[in-house]
């Protein structure tokens, strides 16, 4: 049976309205306890039937023989309830006017489709943004807006998030929209209390191929512990990744052939990239880079991470590879271990001015004769936490205890060296440098 004889079938015009009206609140909100089922001999039975679109606990579904718009799906729905974007949707034909605001403020439902290539919502032939997400901010923590299994294609910004504390997106497709695929903002509500969007979690959300960046969090939104799992960006325009917030995140996923870095790390402490794919980003740079950090991103962690340096095709910048894999610009303990790399014309790490930076020397896989690290004045550059060869007289410890390579100057023999709070004592002869 198809769906459109189904839904005739059950009466489910009735409910939802076949024509995208919405249906009153006392129809609509009815829940089919259990059919009475008619036996053979006249009695009434109380089984189990296939349940009608009635009796599908809260499922609101947009397409045929349900509401023409999402706009009018949301509307009707009450807390708990889940708006269904079905396959035979179709955005331009409903009249869907955009944004699709989805305020929590008011309710909380879930917007989802049942396959994130099958359901899509195209706004192509518009400037606007797609999907709005507006949530409660610290007024309350327990609100998660959820958006999910979603392909969003056009538009201006394809998920704009704002006061949406702890919400989730999953299983989502951002294609060719004019600017940026997810944007996290900062917002003030009118009686001008700020509201910040932290703990938010993207799983399998993809943005390919759009005129901005592929995933903006803004600082103003106080973005912090955002996580990424298994995330992708490919082929934006901008950054892939323009992250910021304290304990951001991104495991594992693509990071791949964006017009400019493919990470833009800043504003925020303790982010950590681990498990990325990142391969021929900076399209549109004359220095191409993949990961790019200042100093206001201390303590970023980037490990067991695979960078290819060579563009597969022909990019605007004419390059056939990349300038470096990793560049820091007077970043903080920044930690750097467990990587492969392969074809970058400069270095694999490139670092000026940072501060404890460790390179974690022994732990990185070189598939070429890439150099693997150019600096310059960085101060206690590191391997596995001991300072790399130097004249340490030139340089205080950062703690009774710390350990260092002396280069011989001042006659001082080579080797190896404790800081005891105040001098360096060399362990080759016990003596003071």
Request: negative net charge; charged residues 20%; proline residues 2%.
């Amino acid at each position: 049976m198809s769906r459109r004889q189904f839904v005739e079938a059950t009466g489910a015009t009735a409910v939802v309205g076949s024509t995208g009206g919405v249906a009153s609140a006392a129809t609509r909100r009815e829940r089919v306890e259990g059919d009475a089922v008619e036996a053979l001999d006249g009695s009434a039975t109380n089984q189990s039937v296939e349940p009608s679109v009635s009796s599908l606990g809260g499922r609101l579904i947009v397409g045929e023989g349900g509401y023409q718009t999402i706009a009018g799906a949301w509307a009707a729905a009450d807390d708990g309830d889940v708006v269904f974007v079905h396959s035979s949707y179709d955005a331009q034909t409903a009249g869907e006017e955009f944004p699709i605001v989805l305020d929590y403020e008011e309710k909380e439902v879930t917007l989802t489709g049942g396959h994130r290539s099958g359901s899509v919502i195209d706004a192509g032939d518009t400037d606007e943004n797609v999907i709005e997400v507006l949530g409660r901010g610290q007024n309350d923590y327990r609100n998660s807006p959820a958006v999910e299994n979603l392909k969003i294609v056009g538009g201006n910004v394809g998920l704009r998030i704002r006061a949406a504390p702890y919400s989730s997106y999953k299983d989502l497709v951002f294609w060719q929209t004019n600017s940026d695929g997810v944007a996290v903002e900062g917002y003030t509500d009118d009686d001008g209390a700020y509201k910040g969007s932290f703990g938010i979690t993207f799983r399998n959300v993809v943005s390919w191929n759009c005129g901005g960046h592929g995933f903006r969090l803004d600082t103003d939104a106080r973005p912090h512990s955002t996580s990424f799992f298994g995330c992708h960006a490919a082929f934006n325009h901008g950054y892939g990744v323009m992250l910021r917030g304290f304990s951001s995140r991104f495991y594992g996923g693509t990071i791949q052939n964006n017009g400019s870095y493919g990470v833009d790390a800043r504003n925020g402490s303790g982010q950590l990239l681990s498990g990325v794919y990142f391969e021929g980003n900076g399209t549109r740079e004359p220095s191409p880079i993949d990961v790019y950090a200042t100093g206001t991103a201390a303590g970023l962690t980037i490990d067991t991470c695979y960078f290819q340096g060579n563009f597969a095709r022909g990019f605007d910048n004419g390059l056939e590879r990349e300038y470096a894999a990793i560049a820091l610009d007077g970043t903080l303990n920044t930690t750097v271990e467990n990587c492969t790399y392969r074809n970058y014309d400069s270095s694999f790490i490139l670092a000026e001015s940072t501060t404890d930076l460790d390179l974690h020397r022994p732990s990185h896989c070189a598939l070429d004769s890439t150099v693997f690290f150019e600096g310059l004045s960085d101060e206690r550059t590191r391997s596995n936490g001991a300072i790399q060869e130097r004249d340490l007289r030139a340089t205080e410890g950062a703690y009774s205890g710390d350990v260092g390579i002396h280069d011989g100057a001042g006659d001082w023999p080579w080797g190896l060296c404790l800081w005891n709070g105040t001098d360096w004592v060399s362990v080759m002869d016990g003596q003071t440098l």
